[in-house]
């Protein structure tokens, strides 16, 4: 038995008393007259910058347009031709170090909280975190209202398309925006754990 499953056992063993979980099913959610509308407001709340993509537009040049001065453009995305690093090809995580931008997919978005759902998608996840800069490519007609049905989707796609959102990787994660923290004297220091700056480019499917 690994230290793990006897640490679980001890506290499963000490359990006084027990309760079942609680009955969602009734909880009447928040809904918006225009989800996209309101996840948009919501991305720029949370520090980040949300950009409806005209159709036909050049992604790349876009890219270019918004970080003129990267050097280091890392995804693993066939339409990003102006990469320099692809997250499945590098050796090891650290090898990531130093990218500028880093442009993922994400696949819905929830207007609640301007949250988006990103499965591991690449060989190294770290491109989501270590990039200085992220850009995140989403549809913008795959947008819900809140993370009740964010989390109904995930789970209703997996069991009736079969498709695993976790994709072969066994991971995924809701992102909202750029890294940052206030704990240390209230200070807002953006980056602190993963991006200083968050860009969605909602697109035309």
Known sequence: MSSKEDILKKYRANIREQFDMPDLSDIKAITYPDPLLQ????????????????KGRDINELIRELYPDAKEIASNLPEITIATRNPD???RARDLNGTDVG???????VAENACIWIPQQMKEKAVCFISENLIILLPKSQIVNNMHEAYRRIAQHDAKSGVDLFDEYGYGTFISGPSKTADIAQVLVMGAQ???SATVLLLDE
């Open 39 to 54: 996840f948009m407001n919501m991305v720029k709340s949370v520090g980040g910058n949300a950009i409806e993509v005209e």
């Open 194 to 196: 993963a991006a200083r």
């Open 89 to 91: 090809e590098v050796g």
């Open 103 to 109: 442009v993922i997919r994400g696949m819905f978005g």
